[in-house]
């Protein structure tokens, strides 16, 4: 017998639009609020056509899957948690969604070892939506930062504002605040007056 589930979220956008995903009820998860994807997708264009992908908290997988509805070329999601990955493996099948893959990880050490094996980045866009509960965002960041290709960028949702703790290379482009949640859309790799 399956898990009750405390919530749904749906799709917004692109191919997959309105497709309900099922958030298995567990400690810490929260999905990114439909209003929050959406403004995130509208900075970065609803076209992601050609763009590679990394969703590196995968949780819902809500994030990952809305870049692939959007034509991403690639996109991997990262998630530890079994049962979250099974839910994602399913939603993968059922969409058919050939250019995605679910890889069961620890996120932190798959992006060390991206940076060491892409020394010029891998991913046109990393999304970041770690546990609040635990303080990896820092961390999270400067890992993600080299995982981008010169001029990519990195997504951070946060308890907090980031501005003023961002890794050399790292500009603010455009960021926002829903309820206790600070999203940010970080670009990578450009000289402040090219940034933005």
């Known amino acids: 017998m399956s898990r ?54 995968a949780g819902s997988g809500a994030l990952g899957l809305e870049a692939a509805s959007r034509d991403a070329e690639a996109v991997t999601l990262l998630e530890q948690h079994p049962t979250l990955v099974q839910h994602i493996q399913k939603t993968v099948s059922r969409l058919g969604a050939t250019q995605v893959q679910v890889h069961r990880a620890d996120a932190m050490a ?39 290709v010169p001029g990519g960028y990195v997504y951070l949702e946060a308890p907090k504002p980031m501005g003023g703790a961002l890794p050399d290379g790292v500009t603010v482009y455009r960021q926002g605040h829903a309820g206790a949640v600070y999203f940010h859309l970080l670009q990578c790799g450009l000289a402040p007056a090219q940034a933005g």
């Open 110 to 148: 798959w992006m060390a070892r991206c940076a060491q094996t892409h020394p010029q980045g891998a991913f046109d866009l990393v999304l970041l939506d770690p546990p609040f509960e635990h303080d990896l965002f820092d961390r999270a960041l400067a890992l993600a930062r080299g995982c981008v």
């Open 4 to 57: 009750p589930h405390s919530q749904e979220v749906r799709l917004i956008g692109g191919r997959f639009k309105r497709t309900p995903l099922a958030v298995p009820d567990l400690p810490g998860l929260r999905p990114t609020p439909s209003r929050v994807r959406e403004t995130l997708f509208n900075w970065l264009g609803q076209s992601l056509n050609g763009w590679r992908v990394l969703d590196a908290f």
